[in-house]
């Protein structure tokens, strides 16, 4: 694992001069990468990227300085569920919730097998909304017919909807 990366910057004018940039890495026990700080950073000894995972080695909170925190939180299953973007922390240390933008994914029940039906986001103040929504198709025989059983068969988001109609061996027809 690399802790330390270095870059030299020469400016055409200044061929001569040299400028060493740094970026930083720090890693936790289990090898992930959980604290870094690039070139505008390193020299300020702040972080510009954070990251905390979960037993499973899934990013559950990335503290970003360009973007800001970001949450995700998964099933038992390792899907995602539900996450926060947007979210600035003051210099309080308090979160500033007001342009979080939370996403909501919802899967099939335990019965099925688990696919994707919606996702639903929601900026700070609004209602929710579906954004996408997929539609899979059933097990019979037309779908078999058409090589559909299990398949995507529409998908709206918010540019529209991909529908298909029937699956070729060699890939969508």
Known sequence: LAVRTLEWCRHPDTPQTTEI????????????LSHSADPRLAATGLNN???????????????SADAGT????????????????????TASGSMDMSRAVTTRRQY???????????????????PER?????LWSESGAEAGANN???????????SGCVE??????????
């Open 49 to 63: 990227f954070a990251c905390d995972y979960d037993l499973g080695g899934k990013a559950l909170r990335t503290c």
């Open 21 to 32: 940039r740094p970026t930083r890495c720090q890693y936790d026990a289990r090898g992930f």
């Open 108 to 126: 099939e029940g335990s019965s099925l097998p688990g696919r994707l039906l919606s996702i639903a986001e929601q900026v700070s103040g609004r």
């Open 70 to 89: 970001s949450l995700m939180l998964s099933d038992a299953a390792g899907r995602a569920v539900l996450g926060m973007s947007g979210l600035v922390e």
């Open 148 to 158: 559909l059983a299990g398949a995507c068969i529409r998908h709206y988001d918010p």
């Open 130 to 134: 579906v954004t996408e929504r997929l």
């Open 164 to 173: 298909t109609g029937s699956i070729a061996l060699s890939g969508l027809a």
